[in-house]
């Protein structure tokens, strides 16, 4: 906990001066009762247990004091609260690497399986959109809160040829920030010298409309999660677009699918093995500030997304919680004075 006025702690040099000031006139208080005859007669008429009770009230004001003197300060701390309305895009590899078996029943299907989950158990309030990619990319499902049109999107992908993770995370990037005047087509059709050109000249454009690059991760708005296998075989530079999305705040989590030997996968004719590419998936992670999950199991993916899914609903950050501690020291001091008024029809 930090406190944004700390020179309002000062005032706590008030709480040891009313405790010295307690003390004197208690000493006040006993010798005016030394002047009775008998100290025992006073202490039989107070009763046992009235010690206690006499000195429990004054040390609750004094703790509400001391309370209320904290809330001055602004204290502020870390806590975990509910995220506002976000959007999530799931970014889905398609390509035929996805067929490997080495995800039972195939990293495909698992795939499926856990997406349809993650989508069961989003909260209302947030928006899913599905892209798919393989060669290129497309929107499947534009964001939308409709949880019948996110599943039946689902089924209705179809394995491709090639693997374009940076089409894929610039389709993402665009169709969350559709403001943002990502220019899709310059950037995913060409040679890569021309893919990268049109990167830089893309963030230049912005540039002119008071584009500003802001810290990675900084976007609370939205996510991208991104399910591949790593291995990019066309398509834009997978970095250099995670470093579109990291200019823009937007944090991209990757989900690595499969094992690291992967396995011999047939498809339209060709024969190839397909492995894990951590490496690529950890560095796009890494530099938009999301985070990178292995996935060598249908139950390792579910638990991936059981695991997204509460880390996107809930935000960690910095808030200011002075109305609590003033709601406490106002607590303090109604119970302080509640039970003086029962013990000694006074308060305090």
């Known amino acids: 906990m930090r406190f944004i006025w ?13 405790v010295g000031l307690y003390l004197w006139l208690l000493r006040r208080k006993k010798k005016a009762a030394l002047k009775y005859a008998s100290l025992g007669i006073i202490r039989e008429a107070m009763g046992p247990g009235t010690l206690w009770r006499r000195h429990l009230p004054p040390a609750l004001f004094l703790l509400a004091l001391t309370a209320m003197i904290l809330a001055i300060a602004r204290p502020s701390a870390t806590i975990t609260l509910p995220a506002a309305r976000q959007t999530i895009i799931l970014t889905m590899d398609v390509s035929g690497s ?20 993650f989508i069961n158990e ?13 060669g290129t990319a497309s929107v499947v499902q534009a964001p939308t809160e409709n949880k019948e049109d996110l599943l039946a999107s689902i089924e209705r992908f179809q394995l491709q040829r090639a693997t374009a993770i940076g089409s894929g995370i610039i389709v993402s990037l ?3 920030l559709p403001d943002a005047g990502i220019e899709i087509a310059s950037l995913m059709y060409g040679d890569n010298a021309s893919r990268v050109r049109s990167l830089r000249e893309s963030a230049k454009k912005e540039e002119k409309k008071e584009f500003k690059p802001v810290p990675p991760g900084s976007n609370s708005a939205g996510a991208i999660i991104l399910l591949s296998d790593g291995q990019r075989t066309t398509g834009p530079d997978s970095i250099e677009a995670a470093k579109m999305a990291a200019d823009r705040g937007v944090r991209v989590f990757t989900v690595g699918l499969g094992t690291v030997n992967g396995e011999v996968v047939g498809f339209e004719g060709w ?3 397909v492995r894990l590419d951590e490496e690529t998936l950890k560095q796009v992670a890494n530099l938009t500030r999301g985070e990178y999950f292995y996935a060598g199991s249908a139950t390792d993916l579910n638990k991936v997304y059981e695991t997204l899914n ?8 910095e808030t200011e919680v002075s109305a609590l ?9 109604l119970v302080a004075g509640v039970l003086s008024l029962v013990w000694f029809n006074r308060i305090l």
């Not at 700390?6 to 009313?18: F, G």
């Open 6 to 18: 700390t020179e309002a702690l000062w005032l706590l040099l008030l709480v040891p001066a009313l």
């Open 98 to 117: 996805m067929r490997a078996k080495d995800i039972e029943p195939s990293r495909f299907e698992a795939m499926q399986a856990a997406a349809r989950k």
């Open 122 to 134: 989003a909260p209302r309030n947030t928006k899913i959109g599905i892209i798919s990619f393989a």
């Open 174 to 176: 665009a169709t969350l």
């Open 271 to 273: 024969s190839f093995r």
């Open 310 to 317: 509460t880390r996107l609903i809930l935000e960690t950050k």
């Open 325 to 333: 501690v003033s709601a406490f020291a106002a607590l303090l001091a």
